[in-house]
């Protein structure tokens, strides 16, 4: 059995999953080379199944990568081609809304509009539609109007951007990161926020309060049957109750080092996975 795990040429930060889950493809006898979306020397028409993980320079082009997204989905493709599309653009975030879903307050800045939206809120946080971890991704005060102006002009000159007031909850109780494995929720880290030249920095892993995991379960609901992998990114509302940050089914981080056998379960999946073909 085989199987290419997607990465990048140059990555830009460590990839904290590439080492459990090497050691898991081992213990599981499939061979997973780590091969680069962006390597002009890879063969991607080869009909071998992709695993997408650390492709995480995909913002800086997204055409390209959507482009490589269709040509490596002519063979199995994890996740599924038409659920890393549509992941891919934030906007998801307003469909999360409409389905009830409880989601961090967005306003949505098309490409070519700079009008800063006002939000009732004491610091805001300005980032584009289309980012991997920090890319983009800054926060203001309210009265520094000039400056996000500024960042939000200079991001819809290339794309659409969000815009969000800052929640305050991830400074003390943190961003929850609810991690997916094959049909269920398997473990939870608390992440603190980072923005523009920023380290992540991590803890965990915490047990899944009954309402994270409820939303975490209706945000998931309609893919919930058809990714192998993904994770919800949650932060408490001023009533201290939880919503959506961000769904990441592309290339999430999914800290299998955190739990002990994530790694070999997300490989035990793919193996039944392969033993369809």
């Given at each position: 059995?085989n199987?290419?795990?997607?990465?990048?040429?140059a990555?830009?930060?460590v990839?904290?999953?590439?080492?459990?889950?090497?050691?898991?493809?081992?213990?599981?006898?499939?061979?997973?080379?780590?091969?680069?979306?962006?390597d002009?020397?890879?063969?991607?028409d080869?009909?071998?199944?992709?695993?997408l993980?650390?492709?995480?320079?995909?913002?800086?082009?997204?055409?390209?990568?959507?482009?490589?997204?269709?040509?490596?989905?002519?063979?199995?493709?994890?996740?599924?081609?038409?659920?890393?599309?549509?992941?891919?653009?934030?906007?998801?975030?307003?469909?999360l809304?409409?389905?009830g879903?409880?989601?961090?307050?967005?306003?949505?800045?098309?490409?070519?509009?700079?009008?800063?939206?006002?939000?009732d809120?004491?610091?805001?946080?300005?980032?584009?539609e289309?980012?991997?971890?920090?890319?983009?991704a800054?926060?203001?005060?309210?009265?520094?109007?000039?400056?996000?102006?500024?960042?939000?002009?200079?991001?819809?000159?290339?794309g659409?951007?969000?815009?969000?007031?800052?929640?305050?909850?991830?400074?003390?109780?943190?961003?929850?990161?609810?991690?997916?494995?094959?049909g269920?929720?398997?473990?939870a880290i608390?992440?603190?926020?980072?923005?523009?030249?920023?380290?992540?920095?991590i803890?965990?892993p915490?047990?899944?309060a009954?309402?994270?995991?409820?939303?975490?379960?209706?945000?998931?609901?309609?893919v919930?049957?058809?990714i192998?992998?993904?994770r919800?990114d949650l932060?408490?509302?001023?009533?201290?109750?939880?919503?959506?940050m961000?769904?990441?089914?592309?290339?999430?981080?999914?800290?299998?080092?955190r739990?002990?056998?994530?790694?070999?379960?997300?490989?035990?999946?793919?193996?039944?996975?392969?033993a369809?073909?």
């Amino acid at each position: 059995m085989n199987v290419r795990v997607a990465t990048c040429v140059a990555l830009p930060e460590v990839d904290v999953d590439e080492a459990p889950l090497a050691e898991a493809f081992a213990r599981a006898g499939i061979a997973a080379p780590l091969v680069a979306w962006d390597d002009p020397r890879a063969d991607w028409d080869a009909r071998v199944p992709t695993l997408l993980r650390s492709t995480w320079n995909y913002a800086l082009a997204v055409d390209d990568f959507l482009a490589w997204i269709d040509r490596a989905a002519a063979s199995p493709l994890w996740n599924p081609r038409e659920i890393v599309r549509g992941n891919v653009h934030k906007r998801y975030l307003l469909e999360l809304a409409a389905r009830g879903v409880p989601v961090t307050p967005t306003v949505l800045v098309e490409r070519g509009d700079a009008h800063l939206p006002e939000l009732d809120a004491p610091r805001i946080v300005i980032k584009p539609e289309v980012g991997a971890g920090s890319l983009g991704a800054r926060t203001f005060q309210a009265d520094d109007r000039a400056a996000a102006q500024a960042h939000l002009a200079a991001l819809t000159a290339h794309g659409a951007a969000l815009v969000q007031p800052y929640v305050t909850s991830v400074d003390g109780y943190g961003e929850r990161s609810l991690v997916w494995l094959d049909g269920e929720l398997s473990h939870a880290i608390r992440k603190t926020p980072r923005f523009a030249g920023q380290d992540e920095r991590i803890d965990g892993p915490f047990p899944i309060a009954a309402a994270e995991r409820e939303v975490a379960e209706a945000a998931l609901a309609p893919v919930a049957d058809r990714i192998l992998y993904g994770r919800v990114d949650l932060a408490r509302d001023e009533h201290d109750e939880p919503m959506v940050m961000e769904l990441e089914l592309v290339e999430p981080s999914l800290f299998l080092a955190r739990k002990p056998g994530a790694a070999d379960r997300l490989v035990a999946r793919i193996a039944r996975e392969l033993a369809k073909l």
